[in-house]
């Protein structure tokens, strides 16, 4: 039998306090940031690096996933922001799939970019 909801509330409030923790105002560079050296290579490790810095040093292109991410990957919002045409910025997220092998059009993808290139900037 399934308890109802008054019976979940009571066992769960029975539960040990665990440590909470306060994540509102912490950036992925700011939890990069406190890794040591050595644990910022290994997530690098796997990755041409080569073909990132390229990207990563490309203003346009870092200009273009910026705004591709704060328009939270969509393709028609990021066209129309910044003033180019919805298949100029496919051409442009397929030419960054092809050198780095990340479709950032996949959520999981597009946080694995992120942290390279915030791991890129804090060498």
Do not use: W
Not at 17 to 42: G, H, P, W, Y
Not at 115 to 123: A, C, E, S
Request: glycine letters at 4%; hydrophobic letters at 35%; one cysteine or more.
């Amino acid at each position: 039998m399934v308890a109802n909801n008054g019976e979940k509330s009571n066992s769960c409030g029975n539960m040990p306090q665990r440590t909470r923790f306060k994540v509102r105002n912490v950036s992925v560079a700011d939890i990069l940031a406190e890794l040591t050296k050595s644990q910022r290579e290994k997530l690098i490790s796997g990755y041409d690096l080569k073909n990132f810095a390229k990207l990563f040093e490309d203003e346009d292109t870092m200009a273009t996933v910026e705004c591709y991410f704060n328009c939270g990957m969509n393709v028609s919002e990021t066209s129309r922001r910044m003033y180019m045409h919805r298949n100029t910025l496919i051409y442009r997220l397929k030419k960054i799939q092809k050198l780095t092998g990340l479709d950032i059009s996949r959520f999981d993808m597009a946080v694995t970019f992120e942290v390279l290139r915030t791991l890129y900037k804090l060498k």
